[in-house]
């Protein structure tokens, strides 16, 4: 079961898609594994996993290093404030926090895709001349 958990998420997480994200899921449902190690055994997969992600893409020239300079110290310091709230936090709570993150985001993926479409809908509408 690890086998393919680790499989799905490298893959979904060298998509840039968010791999962790889906471990985590995948840890606590499946393998009943409380949130807190859940998510601490996510960091420890992050690392390698994003290495290899790393060097793929500057192989491929596809990393902007002003912008990622700028994102790394702050998402260092943000790392270490995350997971000082987080120690302080029942694995209750923080799973309804993460649920909560997880909500946030498939709601702004659907805004996302929403708009996306209803742009196009509107750009094809004014290419036909009735």
Not at 28 to 34: C, V
Not at 98 to 103: A, D, M, R, V
Request: no cysteine; hydrophobic share 50%.
């Amino acid at each position: 079961m690890e086998i393919i958990f680790g499989l799905v998420s490298g893959i979904v997480s060298s998509l840039g898609m968010g791999g962790g994200t889906i471990l985590i899921l995948l840890l606590s449902i499946f393998l009943n594994t409380e949130q807190h190690i859940a998510q601490a055994t996510n960091l420890v997969f992050f690392v390698p996993t994003s290495i290899t992600a790393i060097i793929m893409n500057i192989k491929n020239k596809k990393i902007n290093w002003k912008v990622s300079k700028d994102i790394i110290i702050y998402g260092v310091i943000g790392a270490f404030i995350g997971s000082l709230i987080s120690n302080y936090l029942p694995d209750l709570k923080l799973k309804k926090v993460f649920g909560i993150f997880l909500l946030f985001i498939a709601f702004f993926q659907i805004y996302e895709i929403y708009s996306s479409y209803t742009k196009n809908k509107k750009a094809n509408n004014k290419g036909i001349k009735k």
